[in-house]
């Protein structure tokens, strides 16, 4: 069996980052572990939520699994917390790194054009040198926009999303996947590009009009997922965006839906048969 360590916080209530990644890799049939980067009592779009930083809990947990001799075929960053952390989590990777171990940077920290409320640019440039070090990285069009220093745009065309990938290609990592992408009137997706054969992927389904905390987790959570069972990267993505279009819409249906999350424990059996 295929082993992820995932990194990122634990919001105990909200849907999100590990109540999203553990379920998610779990039930696609890799073993994970987790290490909790903070622990908050919500994700921060509640007000007044709690937050305790666990950083200093990330050289001990690691130096024990280094003792145990574990290893590991993935590593997956979430949202994290500072940038000593970041820098913990850099130093994680290269004493985890194996010959094949696939290490994706989600760099969570933005969407629709604004930063989460704890963060800034310092942090930006931060994650901008984490992606460097990763295998995979999925940035939105704003983390994007943010980390490559260029323009955020609502209406855009492909050569707009091309640039941007071109320079998040820049940063570092092998394969730079921009989600959230809308290259038609009702469509969103996915735009991909590898340096190795200098292609583009490009996957779109439709667009749902509803915007829900969590489903940059589910993407790519099962992104992760997706890759652990063997699938090529764009094979991946495809998967994971119809998952969680699929997810967005079953959750729509829903008349008690809560609003800082989607109903992804209901669409669990689904995606397992999306293959
Ligand atoms: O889903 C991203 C996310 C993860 N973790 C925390 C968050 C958010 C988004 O707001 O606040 C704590």
Request: proline fraction near 3%; hydrophobic fraction near 40%; charge should be negative.
């Amino acid at each position: 069996m295929k082993r992820v360590l995932t990194i990122q916080d634990i919001s105990c209530l909200g849907k999100c980052s590990l109540t999203i990644a553990l379920p998610i890799i779990s039930a696609l049939g890799a073993e994970t572990v987790i290490l909790p980067t903070a622990v908050l009592s919500t994700h921060t779009m509640f007000h007044n939520f709690t937050c305790k930083d666990l950083s200093d809990q990330i050289a001990p947990i690691t130096d024990h699994w280094k003792s145990e001799g574990i290893t590991f075929d993935a590593i997956y960053t979430g949202y994290l917390g500072t940038i000593e952390q970041i820098d913990q989590i850099k130093e994680l990777f290269r004493n985890f790194r194996e010959q094949n171990t696939l290490i994706i940077v989600d760099p969570v920290m933005a969407d629709n054009g604004k930063l989460y409320p704890a963060f800034n640019m310092a942090y930006v440039k931060k994650n901008a040198e984490l992606c460097a070090a990763a295998d995979i990285i999925v940035p939105n069009i704003t983390e994007a926009a943010l980390m490559t220093g260029m323009e955020y745009k609502e209406e855009y065309d492909e050569s707009y999303i091309k640039e941007l990938l071109s320079r998040l290609n820049e940063l570092g990592a092998d394969i730079s996947v921009l989600t959230g992408v809308s290259l038609e009137k009702g469509k969103t997706g996915v735009m991909g590009y590898e340096r190795e054969t200098g292609e583009y992927y490009v996957y779109q389904n439709r667009r749902i009009d509803a915007a829900y905390h969590g489903t940059g987790d589910l993407f790519s959570s099962t992104c992760v997922g997706e890759i652990m069972r063997g699938k090529n990267w764009r094979d991946a993505m495809r998967i994971a965006a119809d998952y969680t279009a699929h997810t967005i819409e079953v959750t729509l249906q829903n008349p008690r839906k809560p609003w800082y999350g989607v109903d992804f424990e209901a669409t669990i059996p689904d995606l397992l048969n999306l293959h």
